[in-house]
């Protein structure tokens, strides 16, 4: 008999075994720090898309940027921003310009619900405005400005929301606005449950799910949940 002494299978199967354990302990932390690191970028992309937008309205008569105009040809604010400062980063997806700063790192899988680009084709552009402090909100029979668009300054200014994270739905969730602004799904929280919001002062934060939900259901005149959506313009 050889004295080289080869694994038996029981042994070869606890070396597995333990090595699968050693694994599953380590996946969880790495898809952890893959996940702050995603959000920190989320939280450093709606910081640039802030200062794009103040950009915007620097050169626009000091108004906000409206979510659409019918002049736009079925372009959205964020195809706008793009064409209309250079201040934010972009590259060429598809022969079509588009800023990674629009989205959400988490959610540039295209939902198959989406109209915009390609269902199931990677897309950049997530982000969703907050369409009742741009005067689209009349639209859907809220009070809102008048077509000659919201000024930029105005006051509470850093408890109104301007983007968040979005959501998928059929309109491509361009937008949160009026028609959903009393449904949870108005603004997703792809980060562990929470989703980044950027205020209109320019700051960022990660708001929980539940903090979220305060703010898009019981709106009421006067409430931290109005300002969230109208500032102090109503
Ligand atoms: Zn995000």
């Known amino acids: 008999m050889s004295s080289a002494r080869a694994f ?3 042994e070869l199967l606890v070396v597995i075994s333990i090595v699968a354990v050693l694994a599953g302990m380590l996946l969880p932390a790495v898809s952890l720090v893959r996940d702050a690191a995603r959000q920190s970028a989320c939280l450093g992309n709606q910081r640039q898309v802030l200062l794009a ?9 000091n108004v906000l940027i409206p979510m659409y105009r019918s002049t736009w040809a079925g372009k959205d604010w964020r195809d706008r921003l793009i064409a209309a400062t250079d201040a934010l980063p972009t590259e060429v997806v598809d022969g079509s310009r ?3 700063a629009l989205g959400c790192p988490p959610a540039r899988q295209l939902h ?11 897309t950049v552009q997530t982000y969703a405005g907050n369409a009742i402090i741009t005067n689209e909100a009349a639209a859907w ?6 077509d000659a668009g919201t000024p930029l300054n105005f006051g509470h200014r850093g408890e109104t929301m301007f983007i968040n994270d979005g ?22 929280s792809p980060h562990r449950g929470q989703g980044v919001i950027g205020w209109g002062d320019g700051h960022v934060s990660t708001l929980r799910r539940t903090q979220i939900d305060d703010y898009t259901v019981n709106v009421v005149a006067g409430t931290a949940a109005w300002r969230f ?6």
């Open 8 to 10: 038996t299978l029981i």
């Open 53 to 61: 937008l103040e950009v915007y309205a620097q050169d626009w008569d």
């Open 98 to 100: 588009r800023s990674p």
């Open 112 to 122: 198959p619900l989406s109209t915009i680009g390609t269902p199931g084709v990677k």
């Open 141 to 146: 029979g809220f009070p809102a400005y008048p």
């Open 167 to 188: 959501v998928w739905n059929a309109a491509g969730s361009q937008y949160s606005s009026g028609a959903y602004r009393n449904s949870a799904n108005t603004i997703g």
């Open 229 to 234: 959506w109208y500032g102090d313009t109503h």
